[in-house]
């Protein structure tokens, strides 16, 4: 006991000097050095002993400010942090989500646990055994899980700021304008819909009722993706020429919503061509004024009695970049794009995934060619999209991807399956690029 009390006592002061002097709980070092939790003020090392150390940390006052800890990596090594600034859970957006199936439950109700901004407070879904089991799993409360024919009370409900929409593509203007009508602000899934005038019903739904409407761009949120964006608009590598891209999976399951015309809205082109789409256009920050387009489907094969297999396409930019993109249903999974420069090309592998995301560029410096990883850190590309609609809602912002930006892709998409079905290039007036969007997204 003796000795146990001599191995606490610091130079100056015991452990149950400590104790009393600060009411805190005590941790003992290997060193037997005494760190107090929670005790001293920030920048500071323990003051009352030369030996009881704390590390340093700048603690500014509120919770948006991070804590700023002590650095002990060299430049080196690639540094760590900030610190999150999460908001205190009763200052957070809340959020209903509305379609319980693969994304909602694999990624988008999973990312609401380490969004900072955003909380998961109700759910909407046509299967009551299934709800039940998701709001015991993320502790919702019993009366805010919904039924759709139930869905319009949303509007009494006091704990629900924003609807996110993850139902099938065709179900997506329905339940936006019956949850802007509830006066809830709108997340929604991409494709934003099945037609352009769908789009712009939804957009003037939420204009009237005065709500936000944003579509779930991931990949515009997303850092290897942005980071690519910054260096061809930086023209780092000279001026873009040529974009190819691709977006390719497999799928087994006729019976699938994917692969109905009423609910889907089509095959390949805007389930998962829809990032080549929108990525160029996000990439070069210009819209496309011409298209030319192939679609095919391998007869017989009960997949495609509805939808198309295989999309391949053209655009051409006002700057004079081209972009050559496909997607495929019907082959092994493959999503890279990669931008030719005249001086570099820039490539991602993965880059529409949910996660891996690999950047890598090549140039030429003398008699070498030089190729780098460009290597982030990884983020939830779900909770950083989410807690981006969450800002825009805090602090009365325009969203980075409105509902106008859901809309220029349909128009696109109307353009490339009206090439595809005439044989030839179909002209498209370009938006003028960009007017509608709300300031970038903080980063992540
Ligand atoms: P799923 O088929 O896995 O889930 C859709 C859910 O919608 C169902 O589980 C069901 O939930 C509900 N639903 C309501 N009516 C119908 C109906 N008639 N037929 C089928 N389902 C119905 O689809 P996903 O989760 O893969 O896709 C949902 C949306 O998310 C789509 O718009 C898709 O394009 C988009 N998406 C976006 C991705 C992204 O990375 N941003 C990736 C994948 C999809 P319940 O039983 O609870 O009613």
């Known amino acids: 006991m003796e000795n146990e009390e001599s191995a606490m006592k610091t130079e100056n002061i015991s452990r149950k000097d400590f104790l009393s002097l600060t009411g805190k709980t005590v941790a003992v070092s290997a060193a037997g050095t005494l760190a107090v939790g929670g005790l001293l003020p920030g920048n500071v090392w323990a003051q009352s002993t030369k030996k009881t150390m704390l590390p340093p940390a700048s603690i500014p006052p509120g919770t948006s400010d991070p804590i700023v800890l002590e650095v002990w990596k060299s430049d080196v090594d690639q540094q760590s942090g900030p610190t999150p600034t999460p908001l205190p859970p009763d200052q957070r957006v809340r959020y209903a989500v509305?379609?319980?199936?693969?994304?909602?439950?694999?990624?988008?109700?999973?990312?609401?646990?380490?969004?900072?901004?955003?909380?998961?407070?109700?759910?909407?879904?046509?299967?009551?055994d299934k709800m039940k089991k998701v709001a015991a799993q993320y502790g919702i409360k019993a009366e805010n899980c919904y039924s759709y024919q139930t869905y319009d009370q949303l509007k009494n409900n006091k704990e629900v700021d924003v609807?996110?929409?993850?139902?099938?593509?065709?179900?997506?203007?329905?339940?936006?304008?019956?949850?802007?009508k509830?006066?809830?602000?709108?997340?929604?899934?991409?494709p934003m819909a099945i037609s352009s005038k769908e789009c712009e019903e939804m957009i003037a739904a939420c204009k009237a009722a005065q709500v936000k409407l944003m579509v779930a761009y991931r990949i515009q949120y997303e850092p290897h993706n942005r980071k690519l964006r910054e260096l061809v608009q930086q023209k780092t590598f000279g001026s873009p020429k040529f974009i190819e891209a691709s977006n390719s999976q497999s799928s087994a399951n006729p019976a699938h919503w994917r692969h109905k015309l009423a609910l889907a809205g089509g095959g390949s082109l805007p389930d998962i061509g829809l990032y080549c789409l929108n990525t160029a256009r996000f990439v070069l920050g210009e819209e496309p004024t011409e298209v030319f387009a192939y679609t095919y489907s391998t007869p017989g094969n009960p997949l495609f009695t509805e939808v198309e297999e295989l999309v391949s396409w053209q655009m051409k930019f006002p700057g004079g970049v081209i972009a050559s993109c496909s997607a495929d249903y019907n082959v092994h999974e493959?999503?890279?794009?990669?931008?030719?420069?005249?001086?570099?090309?820039?490539?991602?592998?993965?880059?529409f995934g949910y996660k891996g995301q690999k950047l890598m560029s090549a140039r030429a410096e003398g008699k070498i060619e030089r190729q780098e990883d460009i290597s982030l850190a990884e983020t939830d590309q779900f909770a950083t999209e989410i807690d981006h609609f969450s800002d825009c809602i805090l602090h009365n912002k325009r969203p980075f991807t409105p509902?106008?930006?859901?809309?220029q892709d349909h128009r696109l998409m109307e353009a490339i399956y009206q090439s595809a079905r005439e044989g030839k290039p179909v002209k498209v007036t370009p938006a003028v690029s960009g007017a509608y969007r709300g300031p970038e997204p903080e980063a992540g």
């Open 98 to 128: 509305v379609g319980l199936g693969h994304l909602a439950l694999e990624e988008i109700i999973p990312a609401m646990v380490t969004c900072k901004k955003s909380k998961l407070t109700a759910l909407v879904s046509g299967s009551p």
């Open 403 to 407: 509902g106008e930006e859901g809309l």
């Open 163 to 180: 609807i996110y929409i993850v139902l099938p593509n065709a179900l997506h203007k329905e339940y936006v304008i019956r949850g802007a």
């Open 334 to 351: 493959s999503r890279h794009y990669r931008v030719l420069c005249e001086k570099g090309w820039l490539n991602v592998d993965k880059a």
């Open 182 to 190: 509830a006066g809830k602000h709108i997340l929604c899934e991409k």
